[in-house]
Nanobody, 122 residues
Framework: QVQLVESGGGLVQAGGSLRLSCAAS????????MGWFRQAPGKEREFVAG????????KYVESVKGRFTISRDNAANTVYLQMNSLKPEDTAVYYC???????????????WGQGTQVTVSS
């Protein structure tokens, strides 16, 4: 089992940047696919980005390609989401998630953090 704690959210103007971090407990962090999801008010939670065990493979939702970058540091048990050129439509609660196995999927994650709010003002 793994516990996840997100940090780094906040209020930023459109065009600005934020970096989210997700710290994981446990000694098997490197055996989980990690993902970032988000949920805006009144909308369903959506997959944003995912990364494989080694970090060699990544996947993004089309709306963030070229603006967001997911990365991981297995030695530090941490996954990051660098968000650049933020838009008001990126406003949401962002969740970190872990998935057992090494199939990089956009759903069926097993463990979730509590979320961190990202608000982008226009």
């Amino acid at each position: 089992q793994v516990q996840l704690v997100e940090s780094g959210g906040g209020l930023v103007q459109a065009g600005g940047s934020l970096r989210l971090s997700c710290a994981a407990s446990g000694r098997t962090f490197s055996s989980y696919v990690m993902g970032w999801f988000r949920q805006a008010p009144g909308k369903e939670r959506e997959f944003v980005a995912g990364i494989s065990w080694s970090g060699g493979r990544t996947k993004y939702v089309e709306s963030v390609k070229g603006r967001f970058t997911i990365s991981r540091d297995n030695a530090a048990n941490t996954v990051y989401l660098q968000m650049n050129s933020l838009k008001p439509e990126d406003t949401a609660v962002y969740y970190c998630a872990a998935r057992t196995g090494n199939i990089l999927m956009t759903k069926n994650y097993d463990y979730w953090g509590q979320g961190t709010q990202v608000t982008v003002s226009s």
